[in-house]
């Protein structure tokens, strides 16, 4: 499994079989957009640091935390290839059922197959890389 951090709350999850998974792409909020081709796009809360899916290309499947337009949770429960990605309701930044709180989900997944990587050096079992002109991060640890 690889793990790209874009910034924010923004991951690139790709499994040992090539799912790739982003999870709250964000807008324009001072980090680089990265291009992005991913199968599956999860949303955990309708924010514009959150939901940016224009920003996926291709025609990934959309799975949101939250019903379209709605303050009430949607149930996420889905298998793309070999990955299970489900939801878990959550109060962010407040107390539940107060007129403060701020709903989200927390998307989760459960992976088929083993992680493993390719180190940068053979003494380091983790990678991370990342250039001047990137604010990315890759992750890979076995």
Not at 22 to 31: A, H, S, V
Not at 50 to 70: S, T
């Amino acid at each position: 499994m690889e793990i790209k951090w874009f910034g924010h709350s923004f991951f690139q999850l790709t499994s040992s079989s090539g799912t790739v998974i982003i999870t709250d792409p964000f807008g324009p909020m001072g980090f680089r957009l990265p291009e992005v081709w991913p199968h599956v796009v999860t949303v955990g809360r309708e924010h514009g640091n959150h939901n940016n899916v224009e920003l996926a290309k291709g025609k990934p499947v959309i799975l949101r935390g939250l019903k379209e337009g709605k303050d009430e949770w949607e149930t996420v429960n889905y298998t793309f290839r070999d990955v299970l990605i489900y939801n878990i309701p959550v109060h962010q930044r407040g107390f539940a059922d107060t007129y403060r709180s701020l709903k989200g989900s927390a998307l989760s997944s459960r992976w088929t197959g083993s992680a493993s990587c390719t180190p940068a050096t053979s003494a380091s079992p983790t990678t991370k890389t990342s250039s001047s002109s990137s604010d990315t991060w890759t992750f890979c640890s076995r």
